[in-house]
């Protein structure tokens, strides 16, 4: 179990990382501050837009981000 833990600690602490550059940057962690993904979910996405990151509805703002999540 000490295997699993640790990877899991590893992951967070990066994804931590990841949303503080993105803060200081003023980027949506999700979509890298495009407004986009380049690859939706899958081909069965209801969406109005399935392009738009539904993290930030396209804006590509941290403010949007953290506003909807």
């Known amino acids: 179990m000490g295997l699993l ?3 899991n600690e590893w992951k967070n602490s990066r994804y931590e990382k ?3 550059k993105m803060k200081d940057e003023n980027k949506c962690p999700e979509c890298y501050g495009r407004g986009f993904l380049i690859y ?5 996405v209801y969406l109005s837009n399935p392009y738009d990151c539904p993290g930030c509805n396209g804006s590509g703002l941290y403010s949007e981000w953290s506003n909807l999540v």
């Open 5 to 7: 833990e640790a990877f």
């Open 18 to 20: 990841h949303v503080a």
């Open 40 to 44: 939706p979910a899958n081909e069965f």
